[in-house]
Nanobody, 124 residues
Framework: QVQLVESGGGLVQAGGSLRLSCAAS????????MGWFRQAPGKEREFVAA????????YYADSVKGRFTISRDNAKNTVYLQMDSLKPEDTAVYYC?????????????????WGQGTQVTVSS
């Protein structure tokens, strides 16, 4: 079992920045690829970004490419999502998730463990 706890969400004006953190515990963190997803009210959960076990590979949704950066610190068992140039449409609950497959994944169904989520609200 892997436990994931997100933090860092909040209210920010459009054009601002936030950094989300996701702390993992329970298993060897470097055995898991990590991802961030988000869900806005009335919408389905969508992929945001993913990072491989070593951190050497990353993948982003087109909607956040160039604005968001995913990273990880395996010594601290933590994955981060730096969000810059935020837009009102980025408003959502953001979830981190862990998967065991070797290849990087954007599919929610391939993730084994999920955090509880953190709210991000971007005002216009």
């Amino acid at each position: 079992q892997v436990q994931l706890v997100e933090s860092g969400g909040g209210l920010v004006q459009a054009g601002g920045s936030l950094r989300l953190s996701c702390a993992a515990s329970g298993q060897t963190f470097s055995n898991y690829g990590m991802g961030w997803f988000r869900q806005a009210p009335g919408k389905e959960r969508e992929f945001v970004a993913a990072i491989s076990r070593s951190g050497g590979s990353t993948y982003y949704a087109d909607s956040v490419k160039g604005r968001f950066t995913i990273s990880r610190d395996n010594a601290k068992n933590t994955v981060y999502l730096q969000m810059d140039s935020l837009k009102p449409e980025d408003t959502a609950v953001y979830y981190c998730a862990a998967y065991t497959r070797a290849l990087i994944s954007a599919r929610a169904g391939e993730y084994n463990y999920w955090g509880q989520g953190t709210q991000v609200t971007v005002s216009s």
